[in-house]
């Protein structure tokens, strides 16, 4: 949020704009890898189904 407040009002907090775009792909391909492991751990029975 401080990253994107900075942006906007150009604060001059020296914040990194890059972060704007890059930290919602890394939270995207860390959620996606943990997503696809709990759906390959259910399928081979290594986390029983409720």
Known sequence: ????????FDMG???????IW???IIVAGAVSV???GLAICRAVGAIPHK
């Open 1 to 8: 949020m401080a990253t994107v407040t900075d942006h906007l």
């Open 13 to 19: 907090w020296g914040w990194d704009a890059r972060i």
């Open 22 to 24: 890059t930290a919602p």
């Open 34 to 36: 943990r997503l696809i």
